[in-house]
């Protein structure tokens, strides 16, 4: 019932700069929790940035410094400013979010992904 949309992914030397978006649309009652997580060929599907109640952060060692990650005014929206990119950054981000669409009906949901590559 809640599809995810990112946007913003595209192709940039190290050291530029990309952020990406992800909004969330269909009957949301209340959101959680977003995040964004990334996948290079051959690897795993892992944790990037997350943000929760309270918009509580958590990002991986490899990121930290490098991406913030915000959510919309309306918290419908989830963003990942990335800054400082690096080779080791390319990979397919995909968009994960959270919450419910009733009292006591929960939704998970992700997004198709979209591409980041970094290279000279």
């Known amino acids: 019932q809640v599809q995810l949309m990112e946007s913003g992914g595209g192709s940039v030397q190290p050291g530029g700069s990309l952020r990406l978006s992800c909004a969330a649309s269909g009957t949301i009652f209340s959101m959680n929790t977003m995040a964004w997580y990334r996948q290079a060929p051959g690897e795993e599907r892992d944790l990037v940035a997350s943000?929760?109640?309270?918009?509580?952060?958590t990002y991986a060692e490899s990121v930290k410094g490098r991406f913030t990650i915000s959510r919309g005014t309306a918290k419908n929206t989830v963003y990942l400013q990335m800054d400082n990119l690096k080779s080791e950054d390319t990979a397919v981000y995909y968009c994960?979010?959270?919450?419910?669409?009733?009292?006591?009906?929960?939704?998970?949901?992700w997004g198709q992904g979209t591409q980041v590559t970094v290279s000279s």
């Open positions: 994960q979010a959270d919450g419910s669409v009733a009292w006591r009906q929960p939704f998970s949901s």
């Open positions: 943000i929760g109640s309270g918009d509580r952060t």
